[in-house]
Structure formats: structure tokens, C-alpha cells
């Protein structure tokens, strides 16, 4: 296989097997894609525009080898579709939790899981604030904290850590192909330096407010009211 295929492949194995198990009888997530497409447009279309923002400044940059010449706002086509594709096996995994251990929105972990997690973005962004990806990541992840701690306590938030916990390790493994080979350069200059083997640990916040984004729009804003 070319390997200008590379970054497609990897778009496809994540969200292949989560696809093919969403008829599945018991979690039935075929059943919920009237709100899943509606709130992964919406937080797509976010972080597209800061993902075009950084490429453009210079905060990253996509190999020419490892993917397809066809760019859309100077972005890769799989960039694109990753913001698809790996939100749809997340949320995935978060509904097969929800479905096959009914009490996980009683965990009490979640709200103490957050008063370790805000203080600590605070204080990343204090003192990273010169590094663009450090600051926008963490700064996002904040925001999304907040407003789902303080604003509006959800019930779902234990379901989500759990989702967010688990869809670290095949993210990990995906994000690890695409920063070794690399599919994906960082500048050193916007991030702290910090890295999980060849993954800017920035990374785990930028999914954790996507993923959050996304669950926000999937149960509060799009789902049917009984």
C-alpha cells in the first residue's frame, strides 16, 4: 500500500469495528444517530477552524507522504475525517459503558476527578501562556470543565471520564503512529515539551475537550426530552 495512504488507514480502523458493532441489539447506537451526526458537525467544524488557525501559524504541519494531496483549507482530507471518525468511536464507547454498566453515572470519581483538573489547567496556563498549543488546549478544556461542573451539573459526567479514560489507550495508540512516523510535526516553540513517547501530552487535553464538546451537544442539546 502507498503510503500516502497512511493517515486514511488509520481514519478507517478507528471507527470500522465501532461502526460495524452500532447495530448490535443491546447498545443499539444506530438508534442514536438522529443526535450523534448533529454534535459531531458542530464541534467538527471547531476545531477544523483551529486546526486551519495553527497549521497556518505554524503550531503543526502534515506530511506529504503519508497522506493525500487533496487539501481543504490547508488541511489533509483525513484531518477532516478524523474529526469524524474518532469522535464516533469515542461517543461509541461511551454509550456501550452506559449500556452495559448502568450505575456508572453514580461514580463519585467524576466531581473529584474535577477538583483535581481545574486547578490544574489553571495552572498550565499560567505557566505555559507563551506556548500557543499549551494555552489553547488547556484553556478550551477549562471552559468546557466549568460549565459542566458549576453551570449546569450533569448527571452523565461519570460516564464520561470512564469514555474518556478508555478512548485513551486506542487514541494513544493512533496519535502514537501518526507523531513517530511523522504523519503530524509540532512545533517544539508552541507546546511544552512534555511528551507520552512521541505524543505531545497537549494531545489528552485537545481530546478531552473534544470529546467533551461533543457528549455536551449529544446529551443536552440534541437529545429527545421525555
Known amino acids: 500500500m502507498p503510503q500516502q495512504y497512511t493517515y486514511l488507514l488509520l481514519d478507517v480502523l478507528s471507527v470500522l469495528f465501532p461502526f460495524l458493532l452500532s ?6 447506537f444506530y438508534k442514536n444517530f438522529y ?50 471518525c474518532v469522535p464516533y468511536a469515542c461517543i461509541f464507547t ?6 452495559y454498566f448502568p450505575t456508572g453515572a453514580d461514580f ?9 483538573l481545574l486547578p490544574f489547567f489553571i495552572l498550565v496556563i499560567l505557566l505555559y501562556y507563551n506556548q ?18 458549576y453551570i449546569k451539573p450533569l448527571k452523565w ?13 486506542p487514541f494513544l495508540i493512533i496519535n502514537g503512529i501518526l507523531t513517530s512516523l511523522p504523519v503530524v510535526s509540532y512545533n517544539p516553540a508552541e507546546n511544552t ?4 513517547l512521541t505524543i505531545p501530552i497537549e ?10 464538546m461533543n457528549i455536551l451537544l449529544y446529551e443536552e442539546v440534541f437529545k429527545k426530552k421525555n
Open 23 to 28: 447495530f448490535d441489539k443491546k447498545v443499539a
Open 35 to 84: 443526535r450523534l451526526f448533529p454534535s459531531i458537525a458542530i464541534t467538527a467544524t471547531v476545531f477544523i477552524v483551529w486546526d486551519i488557525w495553527f497549521t497556518i501559524s505554524g503550531v503543526w504541519s502534515f506530511s506529504e507522504i503519508y497522506t493525500l494531496p487533496i487539501r481543504l483549507w490547508s488541511l489533509p482530507i483525513e484531518e477532516i475525517l478524523f474529526f469524524i
Open 94 to 99: 461511551y454509550e456501550v459503558f452506559k449500556t
Open 108 to 116: 463519585k470519581y467524576a466531581s473529584q476527578t474535577h477538583l483535581i
Open 132 to 149: 500557543l498549543y499549551t494555552t489553547i488546549a488547556t484553556s478550551v478544556s477549562l471552559a468546557l470543565a466549568i460549565i459542566v461542573q
Open 157 to 169: 459526567l461519570g460516564y464520561f471520564y470512564t469514555g474518556y479514560f478508555i478512548s485513551l489507550i
Open 193 to 196: 515539551g512534555f511528551r507520552i
Open 203 to 212: 494531545d489528552s487535553a485537545y481530546l478531552y475537550a473534544m470529546l467533551l
